[in-house]
T-cell receptor, first 110, second 116 residues
Framework: GQQLNQSPQSMFIQEGEDVSMNCTSS?????WLWYKQDPGEGPVLLIA?????ELTSNGRLTAQFGITRKDSFLNISASIPSDVGIYFC??????????FGPGTRLSVLP | GAVVSQHPSRVICKSGTSVKIECRSL??????MFWYRQFPKQSLMLMAT?????????EQGVEKDKFLINHASLTLSTLTVTSAHPEDSSFYIC????????????FGPGTRLTVT
């Protein structure tokens, strides 16, 4: 079936650093989504992207929908301790193939 | 907007008993609701998709007689784990979408089920 790959799998950064992670697929999707999950909680939607090439920001977060429609990236600027968590990408084709990536685990060192 | 609640947040039950988990969309009508299962340090695994008033669609390998899903209204879906076994212990998360044709899913806070 369709799968998403996320990289890196995990990352340790210093507080204040910028973070970049991406999500790729061998299949085309028409919607890309980024979620953050804290331990013991459900995922929270960060950014939704609906158009190839679209670049969207939400505070310190910026995400882009790749031109090929097979990838997306998420950047976090000036990381803070509360950015710690697991970041999942997800992709969808009109409700037919909603898939989650394996996640990128982010740790922020003070 | 787009708040989804789950109840209970944690439940412990004995083997052989059944457990019901509720998922509610609090401030929007959810045309479609989803149930996921998540094991420690793993991604979410979709169990089933349900539209209000119709039977749920289960993913391959998910026993529909064991995991009963009812989507009685546009704001409520329930998952009942029947004849629970210790291997059913997991983190169950529901999500809701406003649109039948895909798009954003809004997740509940999850339910931690422990079967002893």
């Amino acid at each position: 079936g369709q799968q998403l790959n996320q990289s890196p799998q995990s990352m340790f950064i210093q507080e204040g650093e910028d973070v970049s992670m991406n999500c790729t697929s061998s299949s085309i999707f028409n919607t890309w989504l980024w979620y953050k999950q804290d331990p013991g909680e459900g995922p929270v939607l960060l950014i939704a992207l609906y158009k190839a090439g679209e670049l969207t920001s939400n505070g310190r977060l910026t995400a882009q929908f790749g031109i090929t429609r097979k990838d997306s990236f998420l950047n976090i600027s000036a990381s803070i301790p509360s950015d710690v968590g697991i970041y999942f990408c997800a992709a969808d084709n009109y409700g037919q193939n909603f898939v989650f990536g394996p996640g990128t685990r982010l740790s922020v060192l003070p | 907007g787009a708040v989804v609640s789950q109840h209970p947040s944690r439940v412990i039950c004995k083997s052989g008993t059944s457990v019901k988990i509720e998922c509610r969309s609090l401030d929007f009508q959810a045309t479609t609701m989803f149930w996921y299962r998540q094991f420690p340090k793993q991604s979410l695994m979709l169990m089933a998709t349900s539209n209000e008033g119709s039977k749920a669609t289960y993913e391959q390998g998910v026993e529909k007689d064991k995991f009963l899903i009812n989507h009685a209204s546009l704001t409520l879906s329930t998952l009942t784990v029947t004849s629970a076994h210790p291997e059913d212990s997991s983190f169950y998360i529901c999500s809701a979408s406003r649109q039948i044709a895909g798009g954003e899913q809004y997740f509940g806070p999850g339910t931690r089920l422990t079967v002893t």
